[in-house]
């Protein structure tokens, strides 16, 4: 990682990062614990650790990575998120724009509000997801 990326990450933990990770680790948690979730909490958790530390890296559809659908990026995976979307999606996207309006109010904060913007958009629509290098 790189030393702008390594303090872009220290900067988005500090100004609410943090709680937004916290909320996806919350919502990878509750679909474990009814182990009818668990696609969508693997989901959720690598999300929450995208959404701790985003700076350097990037949410890419698997499909372009592997050029050949699978069970997330095929019509299993809309599927999947749209249930997911019913489940959890909405809200942590809610708190992703909420934080992202907050955010933009200062000069500082528009490159984290972009961010959070980013994060929303993952929220909303996970599976079939992948985190990769920037």
Do not use: C
Request: charged fraction near 5%; hydrophobic fraction near 65%; glycine fraction near 12%.
């Amino acid at each position: 990682m790189q030393p702008v990326s390594i303090l872009l990450n220290i900067l988005w933990i500090l100004i609410g990062g943090a709680w937004m990770a916290f909320g996806w680790l919350v919502a990878a948690i509750i679909m474990a614990i009814t182990i009818i979730g668990l696609p969508w909490a693997r989901a959720a958790f690598n999300i929450a650790v995208y959404t701790l530390l985003p700076f350097g890296s990037r949410a890419v559809n698997r499909y372009e990575i592997t050029g050949q659908e699978d069970i997330g990026t095929g019509p299993l995976g809309v599927i999947g998120n749209l249930i997911w979307l019913i489940l959890a999606g909405w809200w942590l996207a809610l708190g992703h724009l909420i934080t992202a309006v907050l955010l933009a109010i200062t000069i500082i904060g528009i490159p984290f509000a972009w961010a959070h913007l980013k994060l929303a958009g993952i929220a909303l629509w996970p599976i079939g997801k992948t985190i990769v290098p920037a």
